[in-house]
């Protein structure tokens, strides 16, 4: 190899043309390793190039002098350097060597976690994502890093901003599980609780030849919002989820099996109960504040069942029914589940009467019918890609190598 100055030369020669990168391409992969050979005095180089010019060469030379152990007192320059380099460097260059560019980035991730500032490291790394995107479609390895940054910094709502898009092409396995992971924590953190129990429900159902540690988490969060959200647990996994899955997961989380299950008898006191001797196990698997909203969500519960029932109600009978301290704690959880839009009741102050009403909605207003047509464009949109991947799927000589059987012989003459 050239010395580093004439591979610095190269490099800001072959660097205007698309046909001149992808001579330094080469350039660069046979210098690779001389590179790392000379890791620790390659910083003071990076001023000699652009990065929004010289984004592939400059991406080698960063890649390679961020390959080694980083202080915590250079941690903090290196951020600076790597978070400039993701705001400025060209997608189309980066893409070429997306293995480096993801490399570099998660050691910018793992470096605003030594210095323990992952809120940092949240607008740089979503960058990178979209430039290492080759569409809104493509799930990319960065993006669990994203949303662990987004976690860990509390910005649930920017997590949110990626969380939406349709994912039709994953890299790796490993990546989907993770991204459905953080994204339906995400997701528990804005109370987003439908989008969670989607999110979770994909991790638990995905394709599995060996059970692993994600899915176990993911299962045990699934149970507690499906019990926030939905006020019960269908203890049974769909027929679609693999064979591993069913026959472990629910052996593996068993205590938040028994928590449903003392949920769906509906006596505070029993699931109080037993939350307070699982309290330690809880706590150690980091969802103790789920549990304690779902010990919460059983008086809503209990008080959506009195809608089932009744059409007028006291607000003393419905605190004696539902075990709450006081009619004015009742009149809370009313209030609240009214505002929420979990039941429709009026209060009537005056002689402490509920009345428990239809849904009003009738689905005309100008909002419904846009709600509904959006809805229905997106399921079009939806369908017809399935249509596309099922063609593609169906032509691909290794699904095919697996599916097809031998056709029997069949004497013609």
Known sequence: MNSVEGLLTQIQGLSSTASDVLSLQNVLKQADESLHAESTRLLPFLDQLDPSKHSLGYLYFLEACTAGPVTTESASSFVLVIARFISSCVAEQIRLAPDKFISVCKRFKDQVLLLEEPLRGVAPMLTAVRKLQSSTEHLTTLHPEFLLLCLLAKCYKTGLSILEEDIFEVDQPRDLYLYCYYGGMICIGQKCFRKALELLHNVVTAPMSTINAIAVEAYKKYILVSLIHHGQLSTSLPKYASGVAQRNLKSLCLSYIELANSYNNGKIADLETYVQANMEKFGSDNNLGLVKQVVSSIYKRNIQRLTQTYLTLSLQDIANTVQLNSPKEAEMHVLQMIQDGEIYATINQKDGMVRFLEDPEL???????????????????????????????????LYLGKVSLPFPFIKLF
Do not use: A
């Open 363 to 397: 689905y005309k207003t100008c909002e419904m019918i846009e709600h509904i047509d959006l809805s229905i464009q997106r399921l079009m949109t939806l369908s017809k890609k399935l249509t596309v991947m099922d063609e593609l799927i169906s032509c691909d000589p």
